[in-house]
């Protein structure tokens, strides 16, 4: 199962992550699981996997703010109480860019058209920095570029830096 990110404002902060309405699913599916398989009698060994697991959804966290007002930009990826990522300043961030992969080629340089790459194949938000270092901040199937495509530009607005 993939779940896309969302885009949101947060006062100056852009916020890209996961969207709150999955977390709040995910917190009542495994309320849902844990009341059920506790009034049903003691719970066996695979109902408490399926909660725990159920539990470990509502807890995971992916999310990447772009400040360009206080000038912070980071990611935290993780369970909430354990999430950690890259910080580097705005100022730092050499241009945003969408970037295509193609399953199952060795050469990414000459791509056929996005309706004629093969099932599986990716485009990918990255900001890369002055420094030569890049962030993959998400990754969608081909066919849902427009979306990507339109968060990546307000990224890049925010930023004051450039979309390629």
Not at 128 to 157: F, T
Request: include cysteine; charged fraction near 20%; glycine fraction near 8%.
């Amino acid at each position: 199962m993939q779940i896309h990110l969302s885009l949101r404002r947060s006062g100056t902060a852009l916020i890209y992550g996961i969207p709150l309405w999955y977390r709040i699913a995910a917190s009542v599916i495994a309320l849902t699981l844990a009341v059920s398989s506790s009034i049903s009698g003691a719970p066996s060994l695979g109902a408490l996997v399926v909660v725990a697991v159920a539990a470990a959804a509502a807890l995971y966290q992916e999310r990447w703010s772009f400040d360009a007002a206080s000038g912070e930009c980071s990611g935290r990826v993780g369970f909430v109480f354990a999430a950690r990522g890259p910080s580097f300043k705005a100022d730092e961030v050499a241009r945003v860019r969408l970037d295509t992969f193609a399953k199952g080629r060795l050469d990414q340089n000459d791509l056929p058209p996005d309706d004629k790459l093969p099932h599986g194949s990716q485009t990918r938000l990255i900001v890369d920095l002055k420094d030569g270092e890049s962030y993959m901040i998400d990754s969608v199937p081909v066919k849902r570029r427009s979306g990507l495509e339109l968060s990546a530009r307000a990224i890049a607005e925010a930023l004051g830096t450039r979309l390629e």
